[in-house]
């Protein structure tokens, strides 16, 4: 998985991609958790939702919001990132002009995040969520919804409580058309210690749903369990 530099709007944005095999293959975007709290693109979710794209055929980016890592450029509280996230996808559209739609993922901020990235990109066609903040961030520009997609989080998370987390998926199921697939793993902590099986699982569960029932690498497939499991 070869290091890779985007010319961001702060500076260059360090990423790691994986090209797809298939042709036209469609796109995944990952964004990982709060940069100031030790968040980085190699976070062990943001590495396991990199790798259950990749196992289902995307082409997947995963990258350092400015200011972590080898990205140029200061936290900017959730507006630079988001102009990040849209550059980091502008540089995977261009490599993949025919790619015929896009999925985010995010993790904690990354969630939050990648949920407004949806609200400006139509070609997002689906979204993963795992513990998006709503206990600390305003989720209201969902406003409506344009896409459907997975929340999950841990029933044991004590930095996202799930109670606020329930009233965003409730006021997303009232929005006409769009279908909310809210999961709550069981014995689960906000970094899904020893339950990172468990969120795997559900994302592929999900996408068999979502993507009508489209074919998983068994190698691939293979390779990330043993990898979880190490």
């Given at each position: 998985?070869?290091?890779?530099i985007?010319?961001g709007?702060?500076?260059?944005?360090?990423?790691?991609?994986t090209?797809?095999?298939?042709?036209?293959?469609p796109l995944?975007l990952?964004?990982?958790?709060?940069?100031?709290?030790?968040?980085?693109?190699n976070?062990k979710?943001?590495?396991?939702?990199?790798?259950?794209?990749?196992?289902?055929g995307?082409?997947?980016?995963?990258?350092?919001?400015?200011?972590?890592?080898?990205?140029?450029?200061?936290h900017?509280?959730?507006?630079?990132?988001?102009s990040?996230?849209?550059?980091?996808?502008?540089?995977m559209?261009?490599?993949?002009?025919?790619?015929?739609?896009?999925w985010?993922?995010?993790?904690?901020?990354?969630?939050?995040?990648?949920?407004q990235l949806l609200?400006?990109?139509?070609e997002?066609?689906?979204?993963?969520s795992?513990?998006p903040?709503?206990?600390?961030?305003?989720?209201?520009?969902l406003?409506?919804?344009?896409?459907?997609?997975l929340i999950?989080?841990?029933a044991?998370?004590?930095?996202?409580?799930?109670?606020?987390?329930q009233?965003?998926v409730?006021?997303?199921?009232?929005?006409?058309?769009?279908?909310?697939?809210?999961?709550?793993?069981?014995?689960?902590?906000?970094?899904?210690?020893?339950?990172m099986g468990?969120?795997?699982?559900?994302?592929?569960?999900?996408?068999?749903?979502?993507?009508?029932?489209?074919?998983?690498?068994?190698?691939?497939?293979a390779?990330?369990?043993?990898?979880?499991?190490a």
């Amino acid at each position: 998985m070869p290091e890779i530099i985007i010319n961001g709007p702060a500076g260059r944005l360090e990423g790691r991609y994986t090209h797809s095999k298939m042709t036209n293959a469609p796109l995944a975007l990952v964004l990982h958790p709060h940069p100031e709290h030790g968040g980085t693109m190699n976070n062990k979710i943001s590495y396991a939702m990199h790798q259950t794209f990749v196992a289902r055929g995307f082409s997947t980016l995963r990258f350092n919001f400015r200011g972590v890592g080898k990205s140029q450029g200061t936290h900017d509280k959730g507006e630079g990132e988001l102009s990040d996230a849209a550059a980091a996808l502008d540089w995977m559209q261009a490599l993949n002009p025919n790619a015929p739609y896009v999925w985010v993922g995010g993790f904690a901020f990354g969630a939050w995040v990648g949920m407004q990235l949806l609200m400006r990109r139509p070609e997002i066609r689906g979204f993963i969520s795992v513990a998006p903040p709503a206990n600390v961030y305003d989720f209201s520009f969902l406003a409506p919804c344009p896409t459907s997609g997975l929340i999950i989080h841990g029933a044991g998370d004590d930095m996202v409580t799930p109670q606020p987390v329930q009233k965003l998926v409730e006021k997303l199921r009232t929005q006409k058309g769009i279908k909310i697939d809210h999961r709550m793993v069981d014995g689960a902590n906000h970094f899904f210690k020893n339950r990172m099986g468990d969120l795997v699982e559900a994302m592929h569960d999900h996408m068999n749903v979502a993507q009508a029932g489209r074919t998983v690498d068994p190698e691939k497939m293979a390779e990330l369990l043993l990898a979880e499991a190490a």
